[in-house]
């Protein structure tokens, strides 16, 4: 077993949150070329360099097989469709300057899967940017994501995440521009021994700029979930601000959470908090809601909608919101 999707902060150690391990197997497959042995758990050490990936970072190590750069605005979807049974997709792209556009990655997969998309978002652009992982329930899945933001550049990341009995995601955005935001909200939902992790990692340059992180979940059954979220106000990033949650909703006595949200601050003149909760249910308002005339199950799936759309209250229209909600559906095994 090897250690994977390590953060390098100090604390971390206390926490034991840098424990989660895959089969040497799944780290040595051919399709695996990007997370070798180097994605092994940091020496804690406080000057340890953050590692974008799971082990590398994008570099011309990295060779992107499909690269895309958006020249034009457009209200409409440009989409990306990754589904095979065993692959390795590396994404490059691009969007130009005063561009305006949204993006649909969508991946699924029956059996491995190895993700790494790179987004350089130019000065003055703005993007909707949505990673749809809808995965099989027996699947393993790492996915790596670079983020790049100039000048007055705005991403809204919406990372929806069901299924895949593990999955390991990373993600981490550069904000060097003046007046850049990146706001990255994220759903996740873990069933029978699902085991997932995510590190999300954000830094901050540039002045002016705001750095959010917002990320709702529910674990049932023996799920196992790890959260690693980081915000790095860097020196000279005046008048920004991080400002990170995380709230996982436990829908069974055996599922385990463990989160660590991070905010480092090398600047004295910015705005950061963080926060994470954890807690069950409530049985009055299980109790009032069966009162209705729904059954337990119709009542869970009522209170876990309520929280996801907190998120999903806030993607476009023009991304697969009914899709997302009826996949929460499916993975909670009930179904109208």
């Given amino acids: 077993m090897k250690y ?12 034991g949150i840098n424990s989660f391990a895959v089969a040497d197997e799944l780290i040595n497959m ?43 605005s457009s209200n409409k979807l440009v989409t990306f469709d990754f589904d095979n049974e065993n692959a390795t997709y590396n994404t490059y792209i691009t969007v130009s300057e005063n561009v305006n556009t949204n993006i649909l990655i969508n991946v699924k997969n029956s059996n491995f899967n190895f993700s790494a998309c790179k987004i350089d978002v130019c000065k003055n652009a703005h993007v909707n940017l949505m990673f749809l992982c809808n995965f099989d329930k027996n699947s393993t899945n790492f996915m790596q ?29 550069n904000l060097n521009g003046e007046n850049s935001t990146n706001n990255l909200y994220s759903i996740y939902l873990g069933k029978d021994d699902n085991k997932l ?19 709702i979940g529910a674990l049932q059954d023996s799920a196992d979930k790890h959260f690693k979220g980081t915000i ?10 991080g400002d990170e949650t995380e709230e996982c909703l436990m829908l069974s006595n055996t599922a385990h959470s463990i989160a ?24 009055k308002v299980l109790f009032y809601l069966m009162s209705r005339g729904l059954t337990k199950q119709e009542a869970i799936m009522l209170v876990v909608n309520a929280g996801f759309q907190n998120i999903i209250s806030l993607i476009p229209p023009v991304f697969p919101t009914t899709e997302i909600l009826k996949q929460t559906l499916k993975e909670l095994n009930y179904e109208n």
């Fill in 260 to 283: 660590m949200p991070n905010i480092l601050c090398d600047e004295e003149d910015v705005n950061g908090k963080h926060a994470t909760s954890v807690g069950k249910v409530d049985d």
């Fill in 197 to 215: 992790d995510l590190n999300f990692h954000m830094d901050v340059y540039g002045k002016n700029s705001n750095a959010i992180m917002k990320v």
């Fill in 232 to 241: 790095n106000l860097h020196k000279g990033c005046t008048k920004s601000v």
């Fill in 30 to 72: 051919g399709a695996v070329q990007y997370a070798p042995q180097t994605a092994l758990v940091p020496t804690g050490k406080s000057n340890v360099k953050y590692a974008n990936t799971l082990g590398q970072t994008f570099d011309d190590k990295l060779k992107f097989a499909h690269c895309y750069t958006i020249l034009d």
């Fill in 4 to 15: 994977v999707n390590p953060t390098p902060i100090r604390t971390s150690i206390n926490y």
């Fill in 145 to 173: 994501f670079d983020v790049n933001l100039s000048d007055f550049a705005k991403l809204n990341t919406y990372f929806i995440n069901f299924g895949s009995k593990t999955s390991v995601a990373n993600y981490h955005a």
